[in-house]
């Protein structure tokens, strides 16, 4: 009923930029996104968190990103971005956005969200 499309992603030499979106759609529903999040997964490693953002903007980032990307919302549209920026090699990885928050047919009884991205391949290399 709801879903997350993300864009942006692809092939960037290092220390080049790129930015990332992802929104969320769902038809004949009404939908909010609390916390938004974008992960990434690098071949052979686990999922990890990249940064994430609240609905009142409170940012929190992994080191490995910190003063590189900056997550940003649009609560109207239902969007986040990624700017990722002085990108390196290392951050090559399939990068995914993940969203809570809660939807409604009728405006009275409200269920949860918890949805993931299809994930989009960012790759950093010369």
């Known amino acids: 009923q709801v879903e997350l499309v993300e864009s942006g992603g692809g092939l960037v030499q290092p220390g080049g930029s790129l930015r990332l979106s992802c929104a969320g759609f769902?038809?004949?529903?009404?939908?909010?996104?609390?916390?938004m999040g974008w992960y990434r997964q690098a071949p052979g490693k686990q999922r990890e968190l990249v940064a994430s953002i609240t609905r009142g903007g409170v940012t929190n980032y992994a080191d490995a990103v910190k003063g590189r990307f900056a997550i940003s919302r649009d609560n109207g549209q239902n969007t986040v971005y990624l700017q990722m920026n002085n990108l390196k090699p290392d951050d090559t990885a399939v990068y995914y956005c993940?969203?809570?928050?809660?939807?409604?047919?009728?405006?009275?009884?409200?269920?949860?969200?918890?949805?993931w991205g299809q994930g989009t391949l960012v790759t950093v290399s010369s």
């Open positions: 993940h969203a809570e928050g809660r939807y409604s047919d009728d405006l009275r009884t409200w269920r949860k969200l918890d949805l």
């Open positions: 769902g038809s004949g529903i009404i939908f909010e996104f609390n916390d």
